[in-house]
């Protein structure tokens, strides 16, 4: 057989050809997958950086503190993440570039660890000084209560000592008296009556502030008329109108006293009927006794 060398030559020129663009075609697609691979790769890392900063940027929002140099630090690191972030977002994902947001990351953790190592000190010496305040206040309330209590023993003190010191009487008694030469006469006939006698008992009392006391006698007939009446006398807001009145020296025991209300002359006789007597020192009524006259 024959074998013509040219047609041979051209066979094996094309069969070269062919696996050529077979291994080149093999190698562009491992190329391709490669690169594919390899830029899957950088868009992840970007992902996990950008992650990171906007990770970062809520801590800084969930830090609170009212230290004012932390706080502006916090502030401007802040920023500084933020303004990483946004440029991060606008860059394409190269490795070089990437490789310097990374090394920017690890430069902004640096920095927060350190930050956010202060502001967790600074916030539990706030916490530590929060409770102290809270039971330094609990305390002063406390405090608060027990003044008020001793203030209203101390007030309910001086009402009982204020009450315990008044002047106080008993046993009173009114008779009417007629008199004739100058000797009086027990009676009970209105028309023969010319005064009326009263007589009470200033009781012991060494709370009491001795000294002169003024003690005012009121006698009411049975019209509602004050008896006797000698004019009045103001006590504040109040104003009484009395029969008579006599100073008593009150030397802390116990004092008799007997007061003569001579009716006035335009008075007599007097009318039948019950008169009543109101003893008082200054607005304060003592006691009181009445008398019937037929």
Not at 171 to 177: E, R, T
Not at 250 to 277: F, H, R, T, W
């Amino acid at each position: 057989m024959i074998v013509n060398p040219q047609l041979f030559n051209y066979r094996l020129i094309i069969g070269s050809l062919i696996i050529a663009v077979a291994v080149l075609t093999v190698y562009s697609f491992t190329s391709y997958k490669s690169i594919e691979t390899h830029q899957q790769f950088l868009e992840q890392e970007k992902k996990l950086v950008e992650s990171e900063l906007s990770q970062m940027i809520t801590r800084y929002d969930d830090v609170s503190i009212s230290n004012d140099l932390i706080s502006s630090k916090l502030e401007d690191a802040k920023r500084a993440t933020i303004l990483t972030l946004d440029s991060l977002r606008m860059v394409r994902s190269d490795l070089s570039i990437l490789t310097k947001f990374k090394q920017q990351l690890f430069n902004i953790k640096l920095k927060n660890k350190v930050l956010f190592k202060t502001a967790d000190s600074l916030d539990q010496v706030n916490k530590g000084l929060e409770k102290e305040k809270l039971l330094a206040y609990n305390e002063l309330r406390k405090q608060q209560r027990e003044n008020s209590t001793l203030v209203q023993k101390n007030k309910n003190l001086n009402e009982s000592l204020e009450k315990g010191a008044l002047l106080t009487a008993n046993s009173f008694k009114a008779k009417g008296f007629e008199k004739l030469f100058g000797i009086k006469t027990p009676s009970n006939k209105a028309k023969r009556v010319h005064s009326i006698e009263v007589s009470f008992i200033l009781a012991e009392n060494s709370l009491t502030e001795a000294g002169e006391k003024e003690i005012y006698i009121q006698i009411v007939n049975p019209r509602n008329n004050v008896v006797a009446d000698k004019g009045s006398v103001d006590f504040g807001s109040s104003t009484l109108i009395y029969s008579e009145k006599q100073i008593v020296n009150y030397n802390n025991n116990v004092v008799e006293v007997s007061i003569d209300v001579d009716a006035d002359i335009n008075e007599q006789p007097l009318e039948k009927g019950s008169y009543y007597i109101s003893v008082f020192h200054k607005d304060r009524k003592l006691g009181s006794a009445q008398v019937n006259l037929n």
